[in-house]
């Protein structure tokens, strides 16, 4: 009977060659595809009845990519490698190849499909600097852009602000500005320590140095590089050299900003430490003391771009422009496309943009990677001759020839961009194991971990939960610092006691610079090893321990991180603050932030949208350290499981770093896996 049953039901597969939506819908009742990425497909069928399979299944594929963090659907690989590119479990595989027979066979026959289509808006682009050789625009919800070294598919609203920043970064860069290069000379020789200008390695040129002179030159400047090479150190040099060269250094408006309100606090406060040392060494030379007073508090970029509430848009803009002369934004890796669009867009003609990051961090949650997009071609310099001889005029800096490109492939990009290759801080056994894993050295990084006899590194492998608990409570040998050491300083305030502002202010500060001597970094939000468990398994461990007193949702002690901008609030999503008594000594509880050496505080009943934050997953850890960090990768691994978010992980820590594995191998896997995000932006930058 069951046979029978079997033989004459219906199969849907078969189905879904007249219907391809009822394939899309089962693959996303089967967890393959998100809901919303068929919906998006179905919405396609009510705008056109007549729109082809290859349109309703390169939508929904288009609208998984980029809830993946990709900007467009590479076309050439989904027709040949739709495995590869979907990467869907293994058993996903039959049911979709027998459905792929049922689409076009070649590359040819999906692109007539898409251009036949009223829905799709077809480009043909070389370079953002190119005339626009379109079909016109009606608002098509789709665009195909075929005339880079691959046909790209996008959302419409991708595209435009993928053109968007493509243009404004061509513009930008190619537009020179006047230098006096004997000032300047003058100045950088006083800025930095002198160098062997005759230098033939790449780690004699001081390239912090070279850094700064080509900033002289242009609009927009990228400066990468890894922890402990400088970037901000360098940043402070260079607005003291854009203040000892302006003619009217008084008029100067300087901005700083980073994706959140951590990265932003830790931003101002080492440009302040650079500044102060640069003052006392240069004396009466420079007044840096007043310029320093003069740089406004660093702020979040949704904070200085006027995020209006509940909308995308921002106050400033295209038609209203920021009112500064520099911006140096800092942790560029975690800015996503449209946050650079529209950050660039709102940047005054002529003003100068520093974007400072590392190019081998995670890229941003949201679509997009822009840093790495405008960094493809660092390593290996790609300097004209021209800019060759201007740091050799301007900097004493020799570029070593390994460095200079053929002219003709030299883009304008290029000249603007600087890596800084030593790392001045980073150069321990920390330091060892994070370029290790960037370069994909598995042998050397499992021999550091396990050869480590100092306890600045450590591995758990397939620990028990109890075990990573342990770790949060008591630390380990070698690594005291836990969430006892904050939670110790919570309770040392005796119930009710008042204390005068000064003295609440100086206990607050020193829970929030405990709490953030140690934090837990996931992988992931869901599962045994994600953040969700974890927070709720090391909150009830603590609690057992005698360190946490829970009283419902707000109890004093309880670290919680912002998931969701509030400029009325001055909150942002990323902000993490620790939950503790009011000034009054009342039950009244707020969550304190600490900005630098300034506290903020928002009461709890304000808070709507926050989390516990005793894990928190790796990207949102970026713009942070810790002095013990403790990476979890979880048992079963995890698609995002990466090379780049293992580099991340192990670059938030400052002195200690332990790794726990859900199970053997994950390490290994994880440094084989590179991330790569589709975009079409270092294409068009390059003029492919």
Same mark, same amino acid.
């Given at each position: 009977?069951?046979e029978?049953?079997?033989?004459d039901?219906?199969?849907p597969l078969?189905?879904?060659i007249a219907?391809?939506l009822v394939?899309?819908h089962?693959w996303a009742?089967?967890?393959?595809?998100r809901?919303?990425?068929?919906?998006?497909?179905?919405?396609?069928?009510?705008?056109?009845p007549a729109?082809?399979?290859?349109?309703?299944?390169s @939508?929904?594929?288009?609208?998984q990519?980029?809830?993946r963090?990709?900007?467009?659907?590479p076309?050439?690989?989904?027709v040949?490698?739709?495995?590869?590119?979907?990467?869907?479990?293994?058993?996903?595989r039959?049911?979709?190849?027998?459905?792929?027979k049922?689409?076009?066979?070649s590359l040819?026959?999906w692109?007539?499909?898409?251009?036949?289509?009223?829905?799709?808006r077809?480009v043909?682009?070389?370079h953002?600097?190119d005339?626009?050789q379109?079909?016109?625009?009606h608002?098509q919800p789709?665009?195909l852009?075929?005339?880079?070294?691959?046909?790209?598919?996008y959302?419409r609203r991708?595209?435009l602000?993928?053109r968007e920043?493509?243009?404004?970064?061509?513009?930008?860069?190619?537009?020179?500005?006047?230098?006096?290069?004997?000032?300047?000379?003058?100045?950088?020789d006083?800025?930095?320590?002198?160098v062997?200008s005759?230098?033939?390695?790449a780690?004699?040129?001081d390239?912090?140095?070279?850094?700064?002179a080509?900033a002289?030159?242009?609009?927009?400047?990228v400066?990468?590089?890894?922890?402990?090479?400088?970037k901000?150190?360098?940043a402070a040099?260079?607005l003291?050299?854009?203040?000892?060269?302006h003619t009217?250094?008084?008029?100067?408006r300087?901005?700083?900003?980073?994706p959140?309100g951590?990265?932003?606090a830790?931003?101002r406060?080492s440009?302040?430490?650079?500044l102060?040392e640069?003052s006392?060494?240069?004396g009466n030379?420079l007044d840096l003391?007043?310029?320093?007073r003069r740089?406004?508090?660093?702020?979040?970029?949704?904070?200085l771009?006027?995020?209006?509430?509940?909308?995308?848009?921002?106050?400033f803009?295209?038609?209203?422009l920021?009112?500064v002369d520099?911006?140096?934004?800092?942790?560029a890796?975690?800015v996503?496309?449209?946050?650079m669009?529209?950050?660039?867009?709102a940047?005054p003609?002529?003003a100068?943009?520093?974007?400072l990051?590392d190019?081998d961090?995670l890229a941003s949650?949201?679509?997009?990677?822009v840093?790495?997009d405008l960094?493809?071609e660092t390593?290996?310099?790609r300097?004209?001759?021209?800019t060759?001889?201007?740091?050799?005029?301007?900097?004493?800096?020799?570029l070593p020839?390994e460095?200079?490109?053929k002219?003709?492939?030299a883009t304008?990009l290029?000249?603007?961009?600087?890596?800084l290759?030593r790392?001045?801080?980073?150069?321990?056994?920390?330091?060892?194991l994070?370029?290790a894993?960037?370069?994909?050295n598995?042998?050397?990084a499992?021999?550091?971990i396990?050869?480590d006899?100092?306890?600045?590194l450590?591995?758990?492998r397939?620990?028990?939960v109890?075990?990573v608990?342990?770790?949060?409570?008591?630390?380990?040998?070698?690594?005291?610092?836990c969430?006892?050491?904050?939670?110790r300083?919570?309770?040392s305030r005796p119930a009710g006691?008042?204390l005068?502002?000064?003295?609440?202010?100086?206990?607050?500060?020193?829970i929030?610079?405990?709490?953030?001597r140690f934090?837990?970094l996931?992988a992931?939000?869901?599962g045994?090893?994600?953040?969700k468990?974890?927070?709720?398994?090391?909150q009830?461990?603590l609690a057992d321990?005698?360190?946490?007193?829970?009283?419902?949702?707000w109890?004093?002690?309880?670290?919680?991180?912002?998931?969701?901008?509030?400029?009325?609030?001055?909150?942002?999503n990323?902000?993490?603050?620790v939950t503790?008594?009011?000034?009054?000594?009342?039950?009244?509880l707020r969550?304190?932030?600490?900005?630098?050496d300034s506290?903020?505080?928002?009461?709890?009943s304000?808070?709507?949208?926050?989390e516990t934050?005793?894990?928190?997953?790796?990207?949102?850890?970026q713009?942070s350290e810790?002095?013990?960090?403790?990476?979890?990768?979880?048992?079963?691994?995890?698609?995002?499981l @990466?090379r780049?978010?293992v580099?991340?992980?192990?670059?938030r820590?400052?002195e200690r770093f @332990?790794?726990?594995?859900?199970?053997?191998g994950?390490l290994?896997?994880?440094i084989?896996?590179q991330?790569?995000?589709a975009?079409g932006?270092?294409?068009q930058?390059?003029?492919?």
């Amino acid at each position: 009977m069951t046979e029978s049953i079997l033989q004459d039901a219906p199969n849907p597969l078969t189905a879904s060659i007249a219907d391809p939506l009822v394939t899309l819908h089962s693959w996303a009742d089967k967890g393959w595809l998100r809901r919303l990425d068929s919906a998006l497909a179905a919405f396609m069928r009510e705008l056109d009845p007549a729109a082809t399979p290859a349109l309703l299944v390169s @939508t929904a594929v288009l609208a998984q990519m980029e809830g993946r963090g990709h900007t467009c659907l590479p076309l050439r690989r989904l027709v040949t490698q739709p495995d590869e590119i979907l990467a869907w479990p293994p058993a996903a595989r039959e049911d979709l190849n027998a459905f792929w027979k049922t689409l076009p066979a070649s590359l040819a026959g999906w692109l007539d499909a898409l251009r036949a289509s009223p829905l799709v808006r077809s480009v043909s682009l070389k370079h953002a600097g190119d005339a626009m050789q379109d079909e016109p625009d009606h608002g098509q919800p789709l665009v195909l852009s075929s005339s880079l070294d691959e046909p790209l598919l996008y959302l419409r609203r991708y595209w435009l602000h993928e053109r968007e920043v493509a243009f404004e970064v061509l513009q930008r860069t190619s537009a020179s500005q006047i230098v006096d290069e004997v000032l300047a000379r003058q100045w950088l020789d006083r800025l930095f320590d002198p160098v062997d200008s005759t230098a033939v390695s790449a780690c004699e040129v001081d390239w912090q140095k070279l850094a700064c002179a080509v900033a002289l030159r242009a609009s927009l400047t990228v400066i990468t590089g890894g922890p402990g090479t400088g970037k901000t150190y360098t940043a402070a040099r260079l607005l003291a050299l854009l203040f000892a060269m302006h003619t009217e250094p008084q008029r100067l408006r300087v901005a700083l900003a980073a994706p959140t309100g951590k990265a932003a606090a830790r931003l101002r406060q080492s440009i302040d430490a650079s500044l102060q040392e640069l003052s006392a060494r240069l004396g009466n030379e420079l007044d840096l003391q007043a310029f320093t007073r003069r740089i406004g508090a660093a702020r979040t970029l949704h904070s200085l771009l006027g995020a209006r509430p509940d909308t995308r848009a921002f106050r400033f803009n295209a038609s209203h422009l920021l009112d500064v002369d520099i911006l140096i934004v800092d942790e560029a890796s975690m800015v996503h496309l449209e946050m650079m669009s529209a950050l660039l867009q709102a940047m005054p003609w002529g003003a100068k943009l520093i974007l400072l990051g590392d190019k081998d961090q995670l890229a941003s949650v949201e679509a997009g990677a822009v840093l790495g997009d405008l960094c493809r071609e660092t390593m290996g310099g790609r300097y004209s001759q021209q800019t060759a001889w201007y740091a050799q005029a301007v900097a004493g800096q020799a570029l070593p020839l390994e460095f200079l490109g053929k002219d003709s492939h030299a883009t304008a990009l290029a000249q603007q961009t600087v890596m800084l290759r030593r790392s001045r801080r980073f150069g321990g056994v920390i330091g060892q194991l994070a370029l290790a894993v960037n370069g994909g050295n598995n042998k050397l990084a499992q021999h550091l971990i396990t050869s480590d006899k100092a306890g600045v590194l450590h591995a758990m492998r397939q620990p028990s939960v109890d075990t990573v608990l342990g770790l949060a409570v008591r630390g380990r040998l070698g690594a005291a610092a836990c969430y006892a050491d904050y939670l110790r300083l919570v309770g040392s305030r005796p119930a009710g006691v008042v204390l005068d502002a000064p003295r609440h202010e100086a206990w607050v500060k020193s829970i929030l610079v405990a709490f953030d001597r140690f934090r837990i970094l996931c992988a992931v939000h869901e599962g045994e090893w994600g953040t969700k468990s974890l927070n709720q398994t090391v909150q009830q461990a603590l609690a057992d321990a005698g360190l946490l007193k829970p009283r419902g949702e707000w109890f004093a002690g309880r670290p919680v991180m912002v998931t969701r901008n509030n400029a009325e609030l001055g909150v942002f999503n990323g902000d993490v603050g620790v939950t503790l008594p009011g000034i009054s000594g009342s039950a009244a509880l707020r969550v304190y932030f600490l900005d630098g050496d300034s506290l903020r505080s928002v009461g709890v009943s304000r808070l709507a949208h926050a989390e516990t934050a005793f894990a928190m997953t790796v990207h949102k850890s970026q713009g942070s350290e810790f002095l013990h960090t403790a990476l979890v990768l979880p048992a079963g691994g995890a698609r995002g499981l @990466t090379r780049e978010l293992v580099y991340t992980g192990i670059t938030r820590a400052r002195e200690r770093f @332990t790794l726990i594995e859900g199970q053997p191998g994950l390490l290994h896997r994880a440094i084989e896996q590179q991330s790569e995000r589709a975009s079409g932006l270092g294409l068009q930058l390059d003029g492919k």
